[in-house]
């Protein structure tokens, strides 16, 4: 059986992993995968370096980062300095599917996920 994905990550990602792959080997998109395993890092109350449970800044606020890249087409979407949203990885694909941009930070991110929801 030939195998045309691969998905790699840090220690951290062992959470998500196994929901993408499974989601890749179902013949679901790469994007979608990527998405929903970085929700579920996202969401690991045990991780403390990213999600709503990661560092805060110097100020005690916990701002979170997130960005992904279609490899098919070039788009990227980003955002960072959000808070108070579960998921910056969804808010990222938004960006960059719904945009011209790019990236966005900060209130400027947190307006345009306000807007979607």
Known sequence: MK????????????????TGLSMLADGGSALDAVEESIKLIENNPYDITVGFNGFPNLLGIVELDAS????????????AAVKNYR??????RKVM??????????EGAERF???LG
């Open 3 to 18: 195998v045309d994905y691969a998905i790699c990550g840090t220690r951290n990602s062992n959470v998500g992993l196994p």
């Open 113 to 115: 996920a306000k807007t």
């Open 97 to 106: 599917d719904l945009t011209p941009h790019a990236f966005l930070v900060g």
């Open 68 to 79: 992904i890249m279609d490899g098919k087409t070039r788009k990227a979407g980003a955002v």
């Open 87 to 92: 998921h910056p990885i969804s808010i990222a």
